[in-house]
């Protein structure tokens, strides 16, 4: 069993920052690659940022120089910070993780989202 748990949404201001966290639970698990996914009111889901297991970080257009994602395999941990936020921003987003488990795999997982709303 593995669940994948975000944090670190909420409400911010236009120009602001918030930085996403989200973790991995279940023994013998190892995050392979990871990325996050947002989904806004009335529009369908789609990448934000991804780290390849080689390391590779890929961002959409509207992410570049604004968000950055990292991953901390020790904590079993992927966290996204979010600057320059602008009411576009405004969405659910999701953690989606590849990960060993049992040494196999690697395996599929999403989180339940956290809500990121940019309003003044």
């Known amino acids: 069993q593995v669940d994948v748990v975000e944090s670190g949404g909420g409400l911010v201001q236009p120009g602001g920052s918030l930085r996403l966290s989200c973790a991995a639970s279940?023994?013998?698990?190892?995050?392979?690659?990871a990325g996050w996914y947002r989904q806004a009111p009335g529009k369908q889901r789609e990448l934000v940022a991804e780290l390849t297991a080689s390391g590779w970080a890929n961002y959409a257009d509207s992410a570049k120089e604004r968000f950055t994602i990292s991953v901390d395999k020790s904590k079993k941990s992927v966290y996204l910070n979010l600057n320059s936020l602008m009411p576009d921003d405004t969405a659910v987003y999701y953690c989606?993780?590849?990960?060993?488990?049992?040494?196999?795999?690697?395996?599929?997982?999403w989180g339940q989202g956290t809500r990121v709303t940019v309003s003044s």
């Open positions: 989606h993780i590849e990960a060993y488990v049992d040494y196999s795999g690697p395996y599929e997982y």
């Open positions: 279940g023994r013998s698990v190892s995050l392979d690659a």
